[in-house]
């Protein structure tokens, strides 16, 4: 069974950083996708970051060069280190996994069966 918990998220102010991690049992490491998405209410859920399997990650164009994914599975952890935070950066946080996602859909939240709770993350101006 597998199971996603998040934590990290806090308030900062704009320009500030966080490091969201994502504990995380139950996945065959290297044969898994992981990814971060983000959702404010009223809207989708936005994919901002991907791992593949292979290590290689991806990230949406509202954060490449300001987020990092990464996981330490020795830890089983996965982790999203935000600089730069701005308060279009302000959401709640899911870290998302599951093993059968093309490559050109790793952002599609419908591609994941497997959620952790979320954590909130809240950027002031």
């Known amino acids: 069974q597998v199971q996603l918990v998040e934590s990290g998220g806090a308030s900062v102010q704009a320009g500030g950083s966080l490091r969201l991690s994502c504990a995380a049992s139950?996945?065959?490491?290297?044969?898994?996708?992981m990814a971060w998405f983000r959702q404010v209410p009223g809207n989708d859920r936005e994919g901002v970051a991907a791992i593949a399997p292979s290590g290689a990650p991806s990230y949406s164009d509202s954060v490449k060069g300001r987020f990092t994914i990464s996981g330490d599975y020795a830890k089983n952890t996965l982790y999203l280190q935000m600089n730069n935070l701005e308060p279009e950066d302000t959401a709640i946080y899911y870290c998302a996994a599951d093993r059968w996602i093309h490559y050109t859909r790793v952002f599609l939240s419908a591609q994941y069966n497997y959620w952790g709770q979320g954590t909130q993350v809240t950027v002031n101006s």
């Open positions: 139950g996945l065959t490491y290297g044969r898994d996708y």
